[in-house]
């Protein structure tokens, strides 16, 4: 599916012309630089059956049995507010369709009948996958997380948080792992049960957009595409719990983050971004002080050398200005006004 808002089979063996043409409106733009569509599914285990969001709803087709102004096979609601991911489970009987405050929805594709609604999101859902044995499903989010549900009693599992709008999500092949990519160009692979982070695959340069494991024994081989033009093969098998990556994570950030820098010393870290200023433990990760006062969108933030008594901020909402506070007691020294209204996006100390 793509920009011309049609959804296309095309019999590679056979001709170079698409046996299948239908429409599909389920498209989006990010940013006005790119269209996405997250609206296409083949039923397994021989796709028979396409499926493809269109106008608020998901249409299914026998696309071998197509004929043009014949109409779907079935058609399911889907989510009127934005574009509609699907997804068939292993085995073909369940169709997923995603949707934000409305909810995922699991339909039997025989009946027509809603076999199961999950819970809704505050966020649209960008992409939908089911485990391999189809008793779990993977969504994954604007809000910048991806959830796991139960697809027999519709609990939350688990669940994992990226530092920006997740578009693709894959389970592996033994349904131990779940992989997840986006807006932050990082791949991240975590335990699908425990929600624990495994991996993180850094390497892009542009948005990841989609993800797919090896269909392998072993499994652990994971191609990941990105806006940068790139596809990325990557060793996917997961670290031991007393391995890591990273030494520490901090989740209590409440929004997108768009800077940060450690104290003269390298006992603090400061992060910057739409949910203020806060000052970190760097050994702990615990949170000594935050500016209450500062919560707009902020683009910088730097720590004054050699003894790291200021922090400065470079704020870009409301009225422009560069702020600097005192690092002990997180009080306003003084700020900067700004330059005929222009945001500041940068700020730094000699």
């Given at each position: 599916a793509g920009a011309d808002r049609l959804v296309k089979v095309w019999d590679l063996t056979a001709t170079d012309q698409p046996v299948f043409t239908e429409k599909c409106d389920a498209i989006r733009t990010?940013?006005?630089?790119?269209t996405v569509a997250y609206t296409v599914a083949f039923s397994p285990p021989?796709?028979?059956?396409?499926?493809?969001?269109?106008?608020?709803?998901?249409?299914?087709?026998?696309?071998?049995?197509?004929?043009?102004?014949?109409?779907?096979?079935?058609?399911?609601?889907g989510d009127t507010s934005h574009s509609i991911p699907v997804a068939f489970s292993p085995d073909g009987r369940i169709l997923a369709a995603g949707g934000g405050r409305e909810g995922q929805r699991l339909w039997d594709v025989e009946t027509g009948d809603l076999f199961r609604p999950l819970p809704g999101r505050s966020f649209p859902v960008n992409a939908l996958a089911f485990s391999p044995d189809g008793g779990r499903l993977a969504s994954a989010g604007l809000d910048r997380m991806v959830y796991v549900h139960g697809t027999t009693t519709g609990e939350r599992l688990s669940k994992v948080i990226h530092s920006g709008n997740v578009?693709?999500?894959?389970?592996?092949?033994?349904?131990?792992?779940?992989?997840?990519?986006?807006?932050?160009?990082?791949?991240?692979?975590?335990?699908?049960?425990?929600?624990?982070?495994?991996?993180?695959?850094?390497?892009?340069?542009?948005?990841?957009?989609?993800?797919a494991f090896s269909p392998d024994p072993d499994g652990w081989r994971l191609a990941s595409a990105s806006g940068d033009g790139t596809i990325c093969i990557w060793d996917a098998t997961p670290v031991r719990e007393n391995e890591g990556q990273e030494r520490l994570t901090f989740e209590k950030h409440n929004d997108?983050?768009?800077?940060?820098?450690?104290?003269?010393?390298?006992?603090?870290?400061v992060s910057a971004g739409h949910g203020g200023l806060e000052v970190w433990n760097a050994a702990t990760g615990q949170v000594r002080l935050n500016y209450p006062a500062h919560k707009v969108l902020t683009w910088s933030v730097a720590w004054q050398p050699p003894d790291g008594r200021r922090i400065?901020?470079?704020?870009?909402?409301?009225?422009?200005?560069?702020?600097?506070?005192?690092?002990?007691?997180g009080r306003e020294v003084f700020e900067l006004p700004s330059r005929a209204g222009m945001p500041y996006f940068t700020v730094a100390f000699s």
């Open positions: 990010l940013g006005g630089a790119y021989h796709g028979r059956l396409v499926a493809a969001g269109n106008d608020g709803d998901v249409n299914v087709w026998d696309w071998k049995k197509w004929k043009k102004g014949g109409g779907p096979l079935r058609t399911f609601s578009l693709c999500v894959a389970f592996s092949r033994n349904g131990r792992l779940v992989a997840s990519a986006g807006e932050d160009k990082t791949v991240r692979v975590w335990d699908a049960t425990t929600g624990r982070e495994v991996l993180g695959l850094r390497g892009h340069a542009e948005v990841c957009t989609c993800l997108e983050i768009r800077s940060v820098t450690f104290s003269p010393d390298g006992q603090e870290i400065a901020s470079a704020r870009g909402g409301g009225a422009p200005r560069v702020k600097v506070w005192d690092a002990v007691n």
